[in-house]
T-cell receptor, first 112, second 115 residues
Framework: SQKIEQNSEALNIQEGKTATLTCNYTNYSPAYLQWYRQDPGRGPVFLLLIRENEKEKRKERLKVTFDTTLKQSLFHITASQPADSATYLCALDPGGYNKLIFGAGTRLAVHP | DAGVIQSPRHEVTEMGQEVTLRCKPISGHDYLFWYRQTMMRGLELLIYFNNNVPIDDSGMPEDRFSAKMPNASFSTLKIQPSEPRDSAVYFC?????????????FGPGTRLTVL
C-alpha cells in the first residue's frame, strides 16, 4: 500500500541545536515533495518545495533534502528557536495533478 | 490579500442536522481544496476543484457529503445529515498553477462538533 511516514513521536531539542525531521514514503514516485508547518488551531503553512531532480533546497535556517532512491526527505532547522515549536507535515503529489497526500506530521518542541 | 477565508470558525450541531461550511479562496487562484483533519486520520483530502469544476471527489466519505463551487470566489461543503463521526477540523485551501507554484494556502479551518 502507499504510505507516507513521519516520526510519530515528538521531537524535543534544545534551543540553538539543529532539528532534523524525517519523511519516508513507499510506492510513490513523486515529482516533488513539500513541507508545511502547522501551529495549534491554525491551518498548515507552506515552507518549502523540493523537486525530484533537486538534492537539496535551503531557505534561511531551513534545509530540505530529497533522496528518491531511499524514498526519503529530511527537513532541518538550524539554530532552532522556541518559536520553531510546531507540527511539521510533509506532503507529496503522487500523480502530478496538484493533489497532495500528507503525512501525519511530527511535533517539534524547542526548549530554551 | 486576506488569504483564504472560512466560515464559521466553530460549529456545534446535533446529529442529523445539516451543516454548511463556506470558503472564499485567494483571488486569482484556480484550484480549491477541501480537507478534513482528525487526530486518528490526519489531514485528508476530500475533494478539489479546478476552475470551479470538481476534479477528484474520491476522498468524500459518503453521499452525506457534497461540495459545490458556483463561482471562482466561493465554495461550500455540506454534510446532510451530520453524524458524531464527522466531528473534525475542516480546512479549505487554494493554489495557483498559473503562477507556477504548487504550494497550497490554507484557511484557518472550521472546527465542527456533532453531538
Amino acid at each position: 500500500s502507499q504510505k507516507i511516514e513521519q516520526n510519530s513521536e515528538a521531537l524535543n531539542i534544545q534551543e540553538g541545536k539543529t532539528a532534523t525531521l524525517t519523511c519516508n514514503y513507499t510506492n510513490y514516485s513523486p515529482a516533488y515533495l513539500q513541507w508545511y508547518r502547522q501551529d495549534p488551531g491554525r491551518g498548515p503553512v507552506f515552507l518549502l518545495l523540493i523537486r525530484e531532480n533537486e538534492k537539496e533546497k535551503r531557505k534561511e535556517r531551513l534545509k530540505v533534502t530529497f533522496d528518491t532512491t531511499l524514498k526519503q526527505s529530511l527537513f532541518h532547522i538550524t539554530a532552532s528557536q522556541p518559536a520553531d515549536s510546531a507540527t511539521y507535515l510533509c506532503a507529496l503529489d503522487p500523480g502530478g495533478y496538484n493533489k497532495l497526500i500528507f503525512g501525519a506530521g511530527t511535533r517539534l518542541a524547542v526548549h530554551p | 490579500d486576506a488569504g483564504v477565508i472560512q466560515s464559521p470558525r466553530h460549529e456545534v450541531t446535533e446529529m442529523g442536522q445539516e451543516v454548511t461550511l463556506r470558503c472564499k479562496p485567494i483571488s486569482g487562484h484556480d484550484y480549491l481544496f477541501w480537507y478534513r483533519q482528525t487526530m486518528m486520520r490526519g489531514l485528508e483530502l476530500l475533494i478539489y476543484f479546478n476552475n470551479n469544476v470538481p476534479i477528484d471527489d474520491s476522498g468524500m466519505p459518503e453521499d452525506r457529503f457534497s461540495a459545490k463551487m458556483p463561482n471562482a470566489s466561493f465554495s461550500t461543503l455540506k454534510i446532510q445529515p451530520s453524524e458524531p463521526r464527522d466531528s473534525a477540523v475542516y480546512f479549505c485551501a487554494s493554489s495557483s498553477r498559473l503562477a507556477g507554484g504548487n504550494e497550497q494556502f490554507f484557511g484557518p479551518g472550521t472546527r465542527l462538533t456533532v453531538l
